[in-house]
Each structure stands twice: as structure tokens, then as C-alpha cells.
């Protein structure tokens, strides 16, 4: 004998069934279904938000004849040091293709030049040229002038949630837990 439950309907878009079976079966099932709209989704307002920062960001850069792209490798080349051309596409989330890419574009528009390492000569580091550094000036007042404004609109006590909220998304993702219930159950 097996007997379905409604909880009651408050919010149409919100609601649960649970199946329960006889007692000795001990078969539980719960299952909750949610319709969400893509605004009311985590992932929807994070890219959002960023599709507009990037937006933002390659209207500026384009005033210099550049692309947000540019302006982030620029900023994070060392001014002095230079950076080993294998670190630049991890701290930027981009793939080897698309670093190599970038490098030629930024090589072809005089900003950086490539240099064999002095005590490794495997090593290709990427120095900026005069018109590079003046670019990360301007990548640099651009981004800082930004979170300026962000944080004179937005009050500290909720920056300092939003970025508690951030932090804990990034670390879900990282333990690799959001679908391993689902890859077990199968």
C-alpha cells in the first residue's frame, strides 16, 4: 500500500511531493520541485554581472585600442621582472591556445616582448615594453576607479557579504560535491 502526500501549495513555484511506502519497506522519497526563473539562479546573476563588467571593461579598453583581455594579461605581468609566459594563462583562467593568441596581439601591438630567461634558457618571459606599461597604467586606474565607485554605492557590510557569498560558491565547486549525490546514485 503506498500513499503520496502533498504538503500544501503556498507557493506554486515552490513545492514537494514525498512518496512514502509501508513501513517495513523502508523506502523514502522525497522529491522537491522547484521552477525557477533564470534570474531567481546563482549561476545566471554571477555571469550577468560579469557579462556587464566585461562590457564595461572592453569599452573602456577599446578607447586605447585594446580589449579587457589585454588590460588583465598587462596587469599581470610584473613591471620589472617580467613573468614566465607558462604563468600567465593560469592566473588568467585562460587555456595555452588562447594565451598564445593573446601574447601575439600584445607582441604585434608593441605592449610586451618575449625574452629568454637568463639562468634558464628553456624560460620565455614576457616584459612589458614603455607603451605596455603605460597601457597598465590605464588598465590599472580603470579597474581601481570601478571598485571606487562600486564601494562608495554599495555599503561595506554588504561588500563583505558578497564576497563571504563568493567565497563559499567557489569553495562548493572546488569540494566537487554539487552533483557527486547524483554520479553515486546511478
Given at each position: 500500500m503506498i500513499r503520496e502526500i502533498l504538503q500544501p501549495i503556498?507557493?506554486?513555484?515552490?513545492?514537494?511531493?514525498?512518496?512514502?511506502?509501508?513501513?517495513?519497506?523502508?523506502?523514502?522519497?522525497?522529491?522537491?520541485?522547484?521552477?525557477?526563473?533564470?534570474?531567481?539562479?546563482?549561476?545566471?546573476?554571477?555571469k550577468a554581472a560579469w557579462h556587464s563588467i566585461a562590457r564595461m571593461y572592453n569599452q573602456q579598453a577599446a578607447k586605447y585600442q585594446g580589449t579587457m583581455s589585454i588590460g588583465?594579461?598587462?596587469?599581470?605581468?610584473?613591471?620589472?621582472?617580467?613573468?614566465?609566459?607558462?604563468?600567465?594563462?593560469?592566473?588568467?583562467?585562460?587555456?595555452?591556445?588562447?594565451?598564445?593568441?593573446?601574447?601575439?596581439?600584445?607582441?604585434?601591438?608593441?605592449?610586451?616582448?618575449?625574452?629568454?630567461?637568463?639562468?634558464?634558457?628553456?624560460?620565455?618571459?614576457?616584459?612589458?615594453?614603455?607603451?605596455?606599461k603605460r597601457h597598465r597604467e590605464k588598465s590599472k586606474e580603470t579597474v581601481l576607479r570601478f571598485n571606487e565607485v562600486v564601494r562608495e554605492e554599495i555599503p561595506a557590510s554588504k561588500l563583505n557579504v558578497f564576497f563571504e557569498v563568493v567565497q563559499s560558491v567557489n569553495q562548493i565547486i572546488e569540494q566537487n560535491i554539487v552533483y557527486k549525490e547524483l554520479e553515486n546514485s546511478r
Open positions: 503556498k507557493n506554486p513555484d515552490n513545492f514537494f511531493i514525498k512518496i512514502v511506502c509501508m513501513p517495513n519497506n523502508f523506502l523514502y522519497l522525497r522529491h522537491r520541485l522547484k521552477l525557477m526563473k533564470r534570474e531567481e539562479t546563482i549561476d545566471y546573476n554571477i588583465f594579461a598587462l596587469l599581470n605581468i610584473h613591471s620589472e621582472e617580467g613573468t614566465p609566459a607558462t604563468k600567465i594563462g593560469p592566473m588568467m583562467g585562460l587555456e595555452p591556445r588562447s594565451v598564445t593568441r593573446l601574447l601575439k596581439s600584445m607582441e604585434e601591438k608593441r605592449l610586451i616582448v618575449r625574452k629568454t630567461d637568463k639562468n634558464d634558457k628553456r624560460l620565455v618571459r614576457i616584459f612589458l615594453t614603455k607603451e605596455g
